[in-house]
């Protein structure tokens, strides 16, 4: 469990980062569905690096088919549409407290989003990543799995899952 207080924040194992500068919370990468999607983890994300002075990523996973024999792989959305998710989310992160940030746009099969996540997050390097979880039943998680879980064993980095309760952005 990640507890934050304007002073302090605690993270399993006892690790307590005190404002001083000397942060591991400093690369923070969030995965970026949908802009309306992803406020919960932008919000808890900026309010990090408003804390540790870090620097945000935002990626969105451009999803695509298996590819066919004839005309190759179908993508769900054209570059300028995935571009223009970040944008939207960039705004956002902006105004809850502009910490600098960076977007990169990746391209993955439908099955492999959680690990092109995970890889992201290993090649930037990111110290934590912050994900926002769709409101599921616990059953059909089970079934038919998340995103999230599967980046929360895939990823090489602490994740943080934050509640989809928080409003956008004013």
């Given at each position: 469990m990640l507890t934050i207080d304007q002073r302090e924040m605690t993270v399993p194992g006892g690790a307590v980062y005190r404002g001083d500068g000397g942060s591991w919370f400093r690369r923070i990468l969030v995965p970026v569905r949908a802009p309306g999607q992803a406020y919960p983890a932008l919000a808890v994300a900026a309010r990090i690096c408003g804390m540790t002075g870090g620097v945000l990523r935002l990626v969105h996973v451009r999803t695509c088919d298996p590819p066919l024999p004839i005309v190759g792989r179908i993508y769900l959305a054209t570059p300028g549409e995935a571009t223009a998710v970040l944008d939207e989310a960039l705004l956002a992160a902006w105004a809850y407290g502009g910490p600098p940030a960076t977007?990169?746009?990746?391209?993955?099969?439908?099955?492999?989003?959680?690990?092109?996540?995970a890889w992201q997050a290993a090649a930037w390097p990111a110290d934590l990543i912050v994900l926002t979880r769709r409101p599921r039943s616990a059953l059909s998680r089970l079934v038919r799995g998340s995103v999230p879980d599967q980046v929360m064993r895939k990823a090489s980095c602490p994740v943080l899952v934050a509640t989809p309760s928080a409003t956008a952005p004013s």
């Open positions: 977007t990169v746009v990746v391209d993955a099969r439908r099955g492999d989003v959680a690990a092109a996540i």
